[in-house]
Structures are given as C-alpha cells and as structure tokens.
C-alpha cells in the first residue's frame, strides 16, 4: 500500500510536525531518516521521532509499512512500542517510547557484580517477550545484543527489545526463506537457505545467552565460509576457563536452544519452563570480570550501526537532568524516562543478505582493535584461545 493511503487509519495528518512537538536534539541518523529527541506540547513528555522523508523511500515503501505494521501491533513492557504515526506532504513521523538506560553490554561492564543469575533474569525478559511475539505470529529475525536496551538507569531497569527492521509478519502455516539478520546470530536454517519460522529467533536468544555467560560469541572465525560453516554445523564449545564456574544448568539451557534441528529446538514457551529460568538452579557466583573483560576485547560498542544512539539519549537525559519534562527534579532521584523512541536500524536493502557481511578488522589474536574505526564482527574471541 503506498504510503500516505488513507485505508491506514493509524496515520495522523499534519501540515507540520512541530505543531505537536519541540524538537530538542539531533540523536541520530541513518541511510534515509533523522531521530530526532522532542518534547510534545501537550503533555510534556520527552520522546524520539524517527522522521522519514518520502522521497528516500521510493521503492522502499513496502520496507516501511511492514515496520510500521509489526510496530503498531505490539504492546508488552519489555518491547519498545510505536506510540504515535504522523505523517505530512513530505514526511512519515513514527513516534516511540524512549528507552534511556543504555545498551547492554555498556551496563554489564559498568557493574562492579554480575552472576549468572543476573543474565539469567535478563533472558527470562528477553523469552517472555519474544514469546509475545510469537503468539501473535510476529519473528523478530534479528535479535542481538546491540538490539537490547535497558528501558531507564535504574539499577534494577527492565531489558528492552528493539529494532524491527527485519521482521516479519506470518501468514497463517507460512514459512520465511528470505536470507537476513546478522551472521554471528543467525541459524543455520537461514545460511542453508531452507524455510525457516519461529526457531529462528530461539537459536538467536541461545547465542545471546551464550556471550552473557563467558563475554564472547560461540562462532568466529576470519574466513567467513568457515563462520558460517561453524554455524551450519552448529559447531560451538563450553572452553575451559571461561566456562569452568558456570553451571550445568545453563550450559543445557544453552543447548537446548542452540540445537541444529529446528524441529528439536526449544521454543520460548519450553525455554521459560527450564530450571534455569524458572528453577533456582542459576549460580549466584560473581563472574564479572571474567565477562567484562571479554565483552570489551570482543565488542566495539561504538561501532555497532545503528540508527539512533541510546548513549546518546542517556548524555542528554543526564545534561538535562529532565527537569522541564519529568516530576522529581532532584538530582539525588534519577528519573524515569518518559515516552519516546528506539528505532531500527536503518538497510540499503529491502532484507540484509546475511553473506554480504564486509570482513572487519581485528588484531592478529583475534581481538578487536578497539582504536581502529571498525569492530571485529567476524572473528571475535578471547586473546588466549588460538
């Protein structure tokens, strides 16, 4: 359906987007669109507006709609919701809540304590809401770590998911053969080009909890043909020492999820029953700075391509300290974020063709060069392993 088709009618007309919204800042930008930080008028609460001109989406406009469509459907607390369409002559304004806690690993590194039962209760967030998606046939397909956000900078802040530019919206029975997502998380199903649906997304929350767990992927390799045949063959290890304090209650979590067979693999529903998420069985023993200093030889955080930038939402929140649009201007009281946006990713193409990945630059162990201008996407893994 073209955009600007009034059959939408989620889509609010306006003459000038300002007439509802100060904008503030600038937080970020992508391939054909601006975020931009603004206050609405009437309510006072802070928000992002991702702001798209329509001109940039010539022969895009499918793309669009279809973020727009999963976005406009879902409402669960531990997913970024689209809260506002807008759109003008000129422009679509999606306007979403705002989530100022910063990104995963930048928290898991700043915490002086982390414990399995910390990424343990991290994930059950990340499965109930995940398992939402499901329900209502929606598959992420691009679930990663930089697509996790902590909703405020509260100490116990909930975990967020972001970024539906990859998702897609089931038929009824249908399945997806349309190679996307990012190669370190993809499943094989995807690299084998064979139909794939929900368990695509399960594989991915596997690996997630891998790294959460020892601070590196489970595939690397700086051959992309060997990463992906890694992959293919799902084949990953639980290496001494950096597995050697975890419990065998995740390490089976683990492989549950990150099962080759798709048929076989644990979906959320069976993953929220296990005893590491819903028993007592994760270990309450700090791993820190084994995870930390991994997360910072392995992942360049300033380097993942996004399109908005939740570091610098967080600068700002924190230079302004919210006075003008949140209760409770004391500076002793961090403050909650209000309503506004994370957005996805912006693509060159319709779908991210997961072989066209550009090979990153690292350091001759395999560890990213954090003073280089590119992260290590490919071939990241601990300094001592060869």
Not at 34 to 51: F, P
Request: net charge negative; with cysteine.
């Amino acid at each position: 359906m073209p955009l600007g088709d009034d059959g939408n009618g989620w889509k609010k007309k306006t003459t000038d987007i300002k007439e509802h919204y100060d904008f503030k800042e600038v937080l970020g930008t992508g391939a054909f669109s601006e975020v931009v930080l603004a206050e609405e008028k009437r309510t006072q609460l802070l928000v992002a507006i991702k702001c798209i001109p329509k001109k940039a989406l010539e022969g895009k406009e499918n793309n669009i709609e279809n973020e727009i469509a999963v976005l406009h459907r879902i409402q669960h607390t531990n997913i970024v919701s689209l809260e506002d369409i807008f759109e003008s002559n000129s422009h679509l304004y999606l306007v979403m809540q705002l989530v100022s806690g910063g990104e995963l690993f930048d928290r898991i590194v700043e915490k002086g304590f982390y414990t399995e039962r910390d990424a343990s209760q991290l994930i059950h967030q990340i499965l109930d809401a995940v398992k939402y998606l499901h329900d209502m046939g929606i598959v992420h397909r691009d679930l990663k770590p930089e697509n996790l956000l902590y909703y405020s900078m509260d100490e116990d802040s909930k975990i967020m998911i972001s970024d539906f530019g990859l998702s897609k919206i089931e038929g009824s029975g249908s399945v997806m053969s349309t190679a996307c997502g990012t190669p370190g998380y993809v499943a094989p199903e995807v690299l084998a080009q064979k139909p794939y649906s929900k368990a695509v997304d399960c594989w991915s929350i596997g690996v997630i909890s891998y790294i959460l767990l020892c601070g590196y992927p489970p595939f690397y390799d700086e051959n992309d043909a060997k990463l992906f045949e890694q992959i293919l063959k799902a084949e990953y290890e639980f290496d001494s020492p950096y597995w050697d304090d975890i419990s065998d209650s995740a390490k089976d979590f683990i492989c549950h999820l990150m099962e080759k067979e798709p048929l076989k693999r644990y979906t959320c529903e069976q993953a929220l029953q296990h005893p590491w998420i819903c028993g007592d069985t994760a270990l309450d023993k700090n791993i820190h700075e084994s995870v930390s200093a991994q997360i910072r030889k392995n992942f360049a955080k300033s380097k993942w391509k996004q399109a908005f930038n939740a570091t610098a939402v967080v600068r700002h929140m924190r230079r302004l300290q919210l006075t003008t649009s949140l209760d409770g201007p004391s500076q002793n009281n961090p403050p909650s974020p209000c309503h506004a946006l994370m957005l996805p990713e912006e693509e060159e193409d319709e779908e991210e063709d997961v072989g066209n990945g550009e090979q990153e630059s690292c350091d001759a162990d395999g560890s990213v060069d954090r003073d280089s201008l590119r992260s290590c996407t490919y071939c990241c893994r601990p300094a001592s392993r060869v």
